[in-house]
């Protein structure tokens, strides 16, 4: 399974942004989706989850009540909308999922098998 990331982009403060990753090479419809964000200089660190059937949403504390993670098995592609958004939200966003038929939720990125190749988003003040 391959991932592709994209919707980044240069926005202002309080703007929204909605990050799409695609999946090729295979379905994801049995794979737990998460994004992941990196700031420079900094380690990557959790953003969202979301299982197969699209309940059990997990989302880290500094992105709670301002984004939304999605996933429309049909189309392959999980989703991630963002609003209300902060300079502190610059980063680059990753997509990831879990290998096929396990079905935790996870905050770790080593839990992840598949990794798109990162979409830039910059938040200007």
């Known amino acids: 399974v391959q991932l592709q990331a994209s919707g980044g982009g240069l926005v202002q403060a309080g703007d929204s942004l909605r990050l799409s990753c695609v999946a090729s090479?295979?379905?994801?419809?049995?794979?737990?989706m998460g994004w992941f964000r990196q700031a420079p200089g900094n380690e990557r660190k959790f953003v969202a989850a979301?299982?197969?059937?699209?309940?059990?949403?997990n989302y880290a504390d500094s992105l709670k009540g301002r984004s939304t993670i999605s996933r429309d098995n049909a189309r392959n592609t999980a989703y991630l909308q963002m609003n209300s958004l902060k300079p502190e939200d610059t980063a680059v966003y990753y997509c990831?999922?879990?290998?096929?038929?396990?079905?935790?939720?996870?905050?770790?990125?080593?839990?992840?098998?598949?990794w798109g190749q990162g979409t830039q988003v910059t938040v200007s003040s």
């Open positions: 090479g295979g379905t994801i419809s049995r794979n737990v």
């Open positions: 990831a999922a879990r290998r096929a038929n396990l079905n935790g939720v996870s905050l770790v990125s080593g839990d992840y098998y598949y």
């Open positions: 979301i299982p197969w059937s699209g309940s059990r949403r």
